[in-house]
T-cell receptor, first 114, second 109 residues
Framework: EAGVAQSPRYKIIEKRQSVAFWCNPISGHATLYWYQQILGQGPKLLIQFQNNGVVDDSQLPKDRFSAERLKGVDSTLKIQPAKLEDSAVYLC????????????FGQGTRLTVV | TQLLEQSPQFLSIQEGENLTVYCNSS?????LQWYRQEPGEGPVLLVT?????EVKKLKRLTFQFGDARKDSSLHITAAQPGDTGLYLCAGASGYALNFGKGTSLLVTP
């Protein structure tokens, strides 16, 4: 079974530029999560989709971050404009359902903002 | 957002020693998951505990869920260098899965 795919693996941009990350979850997984992980810390939930609807985006900085999950499959996370403090690993995860089930993670995209 | 506090933040021990990692919250969770993350990789699930007071064993790892479903512990017996990594607890409540900041474990030969 193919895992969660993310691209790109690495991205370096200048502050105030925009950037987009892509995630393809495991086939059949209804729930998709985007997390931000700053070096040495645990993942922070940014947004959670159930199929193509948003169920939790309370920690998403909506003035600069946006995410969509068209057709309930692939998802993109965008940052515009980027700030230095956005430097982190952005992890995508998916699960069959949202309650008590395992979340499978991709390898993440490491973003460096200079 | 439910806050999960993990302790200790860092732990450096020698091979063969035992250790316990704690995950505490003031919130009640429907389940609590433990993940292990290695550098450059995403977290990988170790175990899910659902019932208050539940104890699960995975080889040398023992996981316990508190009676009130607010806290959990992970005990490793006779740690090995291969146990090195970031140990994360995650609480499930409603739709969300929120993580603690993790315990970074280093086991030296």
């Amino acid at each position: 079974e193919a895992g969660v795919a993310q691209s790109p693996r690495y991205k370096i941009i200048e502050k105030r530029q925009s950037v987009a990350f892509w995630c393809n979850p495991i086939s059949g997984h209804a729930t998709l999560y985007w997390y931000q992980q700053i070096l040495g810390q645990g993942p922070k939930l940014l947004i959670q989709f159930q199929n193509n609807g948003v169920v939790d985006d309370s920690q998403l900085p909506k003035d600069r971050f946006s995410a969509e999950r068209l057709k309930g499959v692939d998802s993109t996370l965008k940052i515009q404009p980027a700030k230095l403090e956005d430097s982190a690993v952005y992890l995508c995860a998916s699960s069959l359902v949202s309650m008590n089930t395992e979340a499978f993670f991709g390898q993440g995209t490491r973003l460096t903002v200079v | 957002t439910q806050l999960l506090e993990q302790s200790p933040q860092f732990l450096s021990i020698q091979e063969g020693e035992n250790l316990t990692v704690y995950c505490n919250s003031s919130s009640v969770f429907s389940s609590l998951q433990w993940y292990r993350q290695e550098p450059g990789e995403g977290p990988v699930l170790l175990v899910t505990v659902v019932t208050g007071g539940e104890v699960k064993k995975l080889k040398r790892l023992t996981f316990q869920f508190g009676d009130a479903r607010k806290d959990s512990s992970l005990h490793i017996t006779a740690a090995q260098p291969g146990d090195t990594g970031l140990y994360l607890c995650a609480g499930a409540s409603g739709y969300a899965l929120n993580f603690g900041k993790g315990t970074s474990l280093l086991v030296t030969p």
